[in-house]
């Protein structure tokens, strides 16, 4: 089994940044792929970034060149760095974890962290 735990959601105004974080413990191995998922309270979940073990990233388009996906040298914490933060960003953030795969389009994230909250007042 693996264990994550988010941390580092607060409120801020637009235009200002936060840094979540996640921590990972268990099963876990250092070719794992890892992710960050926000759903806005009443919306549906989308997938904000992801990391694979190549260091390979994607993002949402709503926020690339605003947000960065980063993780510590053993794999075990991922980040999610946050900058000029809008309204619209507002929502439960959650990292996820799987194990790596070269088809990654459509396979699921098994292990998820409890969510943390994002505020952005304008």
């Known amino acids: 089994q693996v264990q994550l735990v988010e941390s580092g959601g607060g409120s801020v105004e637009a235009g200002g940044s936060l840094t979540l974080s996640c921590l990972a413990s268990?099963?876990?191995?250092?070719?794992?792929?890892l992710a960050w998922f926000r759903r806005p309270q009443g919306k549906e979940r989308e997938a904000v970034a992801a990391?694979?073990?190549?260091?390979?990233?994607d993002y949402l388009d709503s926020v690339k060149g605003r947000f960065t996906i980063s993780t510590d040298s053993t794999k075990n914490t991922v980040f999610l760095h946050m900058n000029n933060l809008q309204p619209e960003d507002t929502a439960m953030y959650f990292c996820?974890?799987?194990?790596?795969?070269?088809?990654?389009?459509?396979?699921?994230?098994?292990?998820w962290g409890q969510g943390t909250q994002v505020t952005v007042s304008s």
């Open positions: 268990g099963n876990i191995l250092p070719t794992d792929s």
């Open positions: 996820a974890r799987r194990r790596f795969t070269s088809a990654p389009r459509g396979t699921p994230w098994p292990w």
């Open positions: 990391i694979d073990v190549y260091g390979a990233t």
